[in-house]
């Protein structure tokens, strides 16, 4: 867990108090796959996940899908370095605030809410072995279903297996 956030954490269901986080689900990638499913977690209004990588591959960025949809239904608009805006619509998944050939981490929070579009903002970075500095990513994009909350998410990566020791982890916010 992370320190800073700790003493926020709370472990299994029950009730839970104000700005308390429960985890919902917790996978580590190993082997030969290019997506990780945190299988069916509790709909919860607000949640918030990390990924923690040692090495993300080979520089493919990390996306989010929902409840298993791969349609259309996607749109994004997403930076690196402060750069300026890639917007993606229209696309089979959301991307997530990170892709590099090198350590790092991305974390992000998402509305979900089942009479609204879902939401959601990512930040990451990532180090790259002798760089004078660490790269800078950012994210933010919705799924554009109304009726359904998340009870799902799958971290994939198009054309490209996770490295081994990638840990997705998702909490719900109270």
């Not at 290019?34 to 209004?45: E, Y």
Request: with cysteine; glycine share 14%; proline share 2%.
């Amino acid at each position: 867990m992370t320190d800073c956030l700790q003493g926020a954490f709370s472990s299994g269901g029950g009730g839970g108090s104000s700005g308390a986080m429960t985890q919902l689900a917790q996978v580590t990638s190993s082997g030969d796959t290019d997506k990780l499913d945190t299988g069916t977690i509790t709909a919860a209004s607000h949640l918030y996940w990390e990924i923690h990588s040692p090495d993300s591959g080979d520089g493919s960025d990390f996306s989010l899908q929902f409840n298993g949809e791969t349609g259309t239904d996607y749109d994004n608009r997403y930076f690196s370095n402060g750069g300026a805006d890639s917007t993606n619509t229209g696309a089979d998944s959301v991307r997530c605030a990170m892709g590099a050939d090198a350590p790092g981490f991305c974390y992000g929070h998402i509305k979900n809410v089942a009479t609204v579009e879902k939401i959601m903002i990512a930040f990451g970075m990532v180090k790259t072995a002798g760089a004078t500095a660490p790269e800078r990513k950012g994210a933010v994009g919705g799924w554009q279903n109304t009726s359904d909350q998340i009870t799902s998410i799958q971290l994939i990566r198009e054309g490209e297996a996770f490295a081994n020791g990638i840990v997705f982890t998702v909490w719900s916010i109270t």
